[in-house]
């Protein structure tokens, strides 16, 4: 089989990463393959169209309502009187018809002011004065969120006026979102980008264009402003981002006997530089969920994919192509099975700086994992070069892959092998082989031991052996000339030379 049909599956053209339109942003497939600028520009202009068709059906509903009202008076006034005995049954009726069109035209106004543009930013006193803020807001600020808060007005401090503008404003947009509370995720989302997206606007014209400053200033922005607003917009009640999450786990699970052969991922985990970079690379889009800000959530799929890219480098020995990183960023993710991956993907796309989605380094990855998410869900038979009878019974748990190279394992004909139990086992041989070298060891140094002591009883019968064929023979000390002289003490001194002087 060739390389590129091993790709059919899996391979992805980079401009489909691209968007739709063809304006050279990365596109999103949150966003029906559109990139955000241009999502909301087609989501505004469905929502007006929306707005005046029910505004329409409203006032249409409304004239209905007064046409019957008016009629219904009309014949009233026209009727001859009738006897006393029956009025007492025809005025509860009457009453009843007009609590009732008083109850419609009271509707029909609701919805003309659900609809109205105003309605959605004017703050509601119904809320502040006969209900209660939702838990969500009014909890106890964390150490985290106090933490940032600080760090917000620090880093404003050096901006003066322009500064104490930006925090008076960010405070009131947090105050403004809980009267919100109602509102859809997609609604929430459209508040965020508007605020986004007037603050850009202000800073650019006080910077005088200079995108880098403002880029620096509404990253810490939004630091602030979705650090206050984690708990009550990632992953609300009104969508179904949760059963999204738990659908994609039980899907990567299922597919727990996806092998790196099966992915075509050029990456050789035998290699210890390479087996850390994966572990780095499923550490970091594990982390990712713990993180508050979307451009946090940003960085570690950013960390993750360069761990990838090193993993692939250093196996190849040559720069990594964008066709090795998908099929290896999906491997990543079926290792991984990041908690709640929908509903960060969901909330990086909906309250995420868009300029970050759409360009930069950060875009490309954020949209080559939501690729690879999308992959993941419509996996089959073919993607992986299968037929589709060995792709049930994987499925089904009937047989796994991972070791039908060994015609004795238990694994190849067992059912639902639990790769938990598979695991166990290969840990316990790993042990059995270490034992085994361990003994081996012990073995070898008892035997160097025992040719120690042999080498040493060697030597000391060669040393004997020669002491008694050459036994040692001690001779009395030699005494000197005059030694037996008694009188020497009495001999003048020997003589000294002495030199005269010519």
Partial sequence: MSQRSERRGIHVDQSELLCKKGCGYYGNAAWQGLCSKCW?????????????????LAEKLQREEEAAYASSHSSQSQSPAQPSQSQPSLAP???????????????????????????????????????SHSPSFTRQPSLETDRVSRDFVDFLKNLQKPGREIHKQSRAFIESMANKKDLGADELSECVQDFYQNMSDRLMTHFKGSSEKVERVMDQVEKYIMTR????????????????????????????????????????????????????????????DSKRVPRDKLACITSCSKHIFNAIKVTKK?????????????????????????????????FCNPSRLMTGEDGYYFTNLCCAVAFIEKLDAQSLNLSPED????????????????????????????????????????????EKRQQQVLDGALT????????????????????????????????????ENVESDRLPPPLQPQVFAG
């Fill in 93 to 131: 009726f009457s009453k009843f018809e007009e609590k009732k069109t008083n109850e419609k035209t009271r509707k029909v106004t609701t919805v003309k002011k659900f609809f109205s543009p105003s309605s959605r930013t004017a703050p509601k006193k119904e809320s502040h004065e006969g209900k």
């Fill in 229 to 288: 607003l984690y708990k009550s917009v990632f992953c609300p009640e009104t969508t179904d981002d949760e059963k999204k999450d738990l659908a994609t786990q039980h899907r990567i699970r299922a597919l727990h006997w996806v092998t790196i052969q099966m992915l075509c991922v050029p990456v050789d985990e035998e290699i210890p530089e390479v087996a850390d970079s994966v572990v780095k690379a499923i550490t970091d889009i594990i982390e990712m």
């Fill in 318 to 350: 040559e720069p990594a192509s964008a066709d090795d990183f998908l099929p290896t960023l999906i491997y990543i993710v079926l290792k991984a099975n990041p908690p709640r991956l929908q509903s960060n993907i969901q909330y990086i796309t909906r």
């Fill in 40 to 56: 909301r520009e087609e989501y505004q202009r469905a929502r007006q169209k929306q707005i005046q068709d029910d505004w329409a």
């Fill in 448 to 483: 160097m031991q025992a040719e120690l002591h042999d080498w040493q009883d060697s030597v000391a019968r060669e040393v004997q052996d020669i002491l008694e064929k050459f036994p040692l023979e001690i001779k009395p000390r030699a005494s000197a000339i005059d030694a």
């Fill in 391 to 434: 792709f049930e019974r994987y499925m089904s748990g009937q047989v796994s892959p991972r070791r039908q190279d060994d015609p004795g394992s238990w694994t190849h004909s067992a059912p639902n092998v639990n790769p938990v139990i598979t695991q166990i086992h290969h840990t316990l041989d790993l042990l059995t082989c270490l």
